[in-house]
């Protein structure tokens, strides 16, 4: 007897950029294979600065055989005259059977003084249960002195 075997791959890019004028962008992708093989990714994020811009990802591999599985990404920057901030986030949800998967991350960063320059990065994976987080923020300002600060962080988690 032959066996259906059913996949689903969806991909969403998309990048938004602005200036003078604050800025934000949303990608969504959504996959369901019987209520038995189902997925949902979505990066988003937010950023204002006298220029500024983000781009993302969000993409599904569903598959009724070997799993699901699927990425999020989001980085957005902004800077130039003036303050600016950022702020990204990205997360999934994966059901397969009744094993439900969830995984979010999100971080933003915000900066002041005559001249700032501001990043913000994050992203999430997940490849049969095998789950990848990263974000990375960086700020830096400049007035009659300068500063900047830097953090990430990074996980690789099995279930």
């Known amino acids: 007897m032959l066996r259906k075997h059913f996949r689903i791959i969806v991909n969403g890019d998309g990048q938004a950029h602005s200036n003078g004028a604050n800025s934000s962008l949303t990608?969504?992708?959504?996959?369901?294979?019987?209520?038995?093989?189902?997925?949902?990714?979505?990066?988003?994020g937010a950023a204002s600065g006298e220029t500024n811009g983000m781009a993302g990802n969000a993409s599904l591999n569903v598959d009724g055989g070997s799993g699901t599985g699927g990425s999020a990404m989001m980085e957005a920057w902004g800077g130039g005259k003036g303050d600016s901030?950022?702020?990204?986030?990205?997360g999934l949800t994966l059901k397969q059977w009744d094993q439900l998967r969830n995984i979010t991350i999100n971080g933003g960063v915000?900066?002041?003084?005559?001249?700032?320059?501001?990043?913000?990065?994050?992203?999430?994976?997940?490849k049969n249960g095998v789950q990848t987080l990263e974000n990375s923020q960086k700020?830096?300002?400049?007035s009659k002195g300068s500063s900047s600060a830097s953090a990430s962080s990074s996980a690789i988690l099995k279930r």
Request: net charge negative.
């Open 27 to 44: 990608i969504g992708a959504n996959a369901d294979i019987s209520n038995t093989y189902v997925g949902s990714a979505l990066s988003n």
């Open 85 to 90: 901030s950022v702020f990204t986030n990205t």
């Open 110 to 126: 915000a900066a002041s003084g005559d001249r700032t320059q501001v990043n913000s990065f994050s992203m999430v994976s997940d």
């Open 139 to 142: 700020a830096s300002s400049s």
